[in-house]
């Protein structure tokens, strides 16, 4: 019975959703190459070195004094 | 899906980062990449989208890939999973539209509102169970290539179509439709 009922399940799927063989859209119709060049240019600048170096003085400054962070969050 | 092979030394010049030896490699596979993830995700668009995000992860990736084994196979694993976070995103993002399954010919077989609302239990699915669902019982692709895509074992593909297909079940009886 209950396996019955999944084999019924399964058609319906099939029967919903359809298989993509022969639907527009099923093969890709034009080249991507082009749009894939434009996502390698549009690369995530890189930080400078003086940033990070900047970010780990601020970062071992607020270790030996806890207390300054008041300051910082004040000045921010 | 066909396997396309090339030459070891594109794959070579491609570990090392070389451009066109990975404009070769996407000029040759990126239709059988847009052909994997358009089964997935059922929308031409997206798989547009994704089949260059999955290429922007190989070419991130390219120090890690071994020469040694097919291109293909590798870029089919990265290419199911940007269409499963695209799945998941969606499925956050969107309150289950009704345009899933955009079929171009109505099914005479069944009713819209089964359709409506097998599509909507469908959608319901966990994006790993609608993944598995799709490739073994829409698409009908051999388990072992669905496996290799995933991840994971033939066995868990065939738990995990079993688990999607029990959950439609409860979830289409909820709905009111006895299969």
Sequence with gaps: ?76 | MPVLTQPIDVLLRFCDGDLDAFEALFRQHQREVYGWIVRIVRDPAAAEDLTVETFWRIYRAHARFDPARSFGPWARRIATNAALDHLKTARRETELPDDLSSPLLPEPGISEEIRQKTARAFRRLPPKLQVAATLALVEEQPYKEIAEALGISTGAVKLRVFRAVRILRKELKRQGVEP
């Design chain 1, 1 to 76: 019975m209950r396996e019955h009922q999944e084999e019924r399940i399964e058609q319906l799927l099939r029967e919903t959703l359809q298989p993509i063989n022969g639907r527009a859209g099923a093969e890709l119709r034009g080249d991507l190459w082009p749009a894939m060049l434009k996502r390698l240019e549009a690369r995530p600048a890189q930080v400078p070195w003086f940033d990070w170096a900047l970010l780990g003085a601020v970062i071992a400054w607020l270790l030996f004094f806890p207390g300054a962070i008041p300051v910082l969050v004040y000045h921010l």
